[in-house]
T-cell receptor, first 113, second 117 residues
Framework: AQSVTQLGSHVSVSEGALVLLRCNYSSSVPPYLFWYVQYPNQGLQLLLKYTTGATLVKGINGFEAEFKKSETSFHLTKPSAHMSDAAEYFCAVSKTSGSRLTFGEGTQLTVNP | DTGVSQDPRHKITKRGQNVTFRCDPI?????LYWYRQTLGQGPEFLTY????????KSRLLSDRFSAERPKGSFSTLEIQRTEQGDSAMYLC???????????????FGPGTRLTVL
């Protein structure tokens, strides 16, 4: 069975500071990895994904993540936080292309002025 | 290209009543998924369809839950004899068929928030 652990249910940063949201996964097969963002009362929007190839992936809004197989991690970073980044972020894993997603419990990001 | 749409956006019902939600996927997307998200948690998989065939169901999908996709386009999720524990956001997602771009990405709708009193 696959699982995802997001360390820190709440992360608070100052505007302009580095954002680091942690995600570790377990999977019996090479995983497909995703980060989604959810704004209040809305659905999930894909930020970025790793399927194969380059382990450093870039997404929308200046976010990027690095797949580290040895650490079973897929941490999300952004060099400089913006107020509009305040939202809930979910890491997810799937076994194959298009199979069910298994999500972590989410990290609520607060950006302080 | 319109996104995934869900109707209604909010539903308040009394315990014991039946409710039905509708999901319209992105046009030409052959896979459609249902997830449930309770407050403070990540979404949990319920079921998915490829065209009109229901290919997988989670153990979370009790006998009171049924989902259909009769013509391979829109889908409905029905909950019979609702319980307070059914209160959650019900999310629908769709995925394009193989051979097109983004087949490994699920595109989510805005969700239907169900409150059972």
């Amino acid at each position: 069975a696959q699982s995802v652990t997001q360390l820190g249910s709440h992360v608070s940063v100052s505007e302009g500071a580095l954002v680091l949201l942690r995600c570790n996964y377990s999977s019996s097969v090479p995983p497909y990895l995703f980060w989604y963002v959810q704004y209040p009362n809305q659905g999930l929007q894909l930020l970025l994904k790793y399927t194969t190839g380059a382990t450093l992936v870039k997404g929308i809004n200046g976010f990027e993540a690095e797949f580290k197989k040895s650490e079973t991690s897929f941490h999300l970073t952004k060099p400089s936080a913006h107020m509009s980044d305040a939202a809930e972020y979910f890491c997810a894993v799937s076994k194959t292309s298009g199979s069910r997603l298994t999500f972590g419990e989410g990290t609520q990001l607060t950006v302080n002025p | 290209d319109t996104g995934v749409s869900q109707d209604p956006r909010h539903k308040i019902t009394k315990r014991g009543q039946n409710v039905t939600f509708r999901c319209d996927p992105i046009s030409e997307h052959n896979r459609l998924y249902w997830y449930r998200q309770t407050l403070g948690q990540g979404p949990e998989f319920l079921t998915y369809f490829q065209n009109e065939a229901q290919l997988e169901k989670s153990r979370l999908l009790s006998d009171r839950f049924s989902a259909e996709r009769p013509k391979g386009s829109f889908s409905t999720l029905e909950i019979q004899r609702t319980e307070q524990g059914d209160s959650a956001m019900y999310l629908c997602a769709s995925r394009p068929p193989p051979g097109t771009g983004g087949t490994d990405t699920q595109y989510f709708g805005p969700g239907t928030r169900l409150t059972v009193l």
